[in-house]
């Protein structure tokens, strides 16, 4: 697949989480965390986020992004918003930052996915060590949440 395609993909993915986002009925409905889950709706947005943030930015440029700390913070592997003293960001902060970060994902980004990343990053059993892996790995990341997302969405109706 070329580049092009690839980053297409990323639209549809970007755009997919943006319409879930828009379905949330209410910020209280976002921080509802149902029976069997260990996080919210938010959470699981601002985590596509900043999961993003952070693979591509550190692994593939060695460089901290444009996410603030705290909002990384908030939303990295192994958070909870059962941890959070105040809800981190409302639903249309995560969604405008979600807007901006596909344009700079593709500004910075765009005619490098074949460059070799800063830093590999390892997943389970692989070493992902090209920049177009850490971003294929991100959009595949995008819809692993975005299907917690819908169940999350099933349990709460």
Known sequence: MKEDGIFEQYDFYRESSIQLLD???SEKQADVIPNGYSNSLRWNL?????AQ???M????MNQPGDISTKIQ???KPGTSPKDWFASPLTLNEIQELLIEQKERIRDTFSGRLGEPAANAFEFRDKK???VGDLFIFTLWHEGLHQGVINGMKRALK
């Open 73 to 75: 913070e908030s939303f």
């Open 23 to 25: 379905s949330i009925a």
């Open 128 to 130: 992902l060590k090209m």
């Open 57 to 60: 930015y550190y692994f593939g």
């Open 53 to 55: 943030e952070g693979v």
């Open 46 to 50: 601002g985590h596509i986020l900043v």
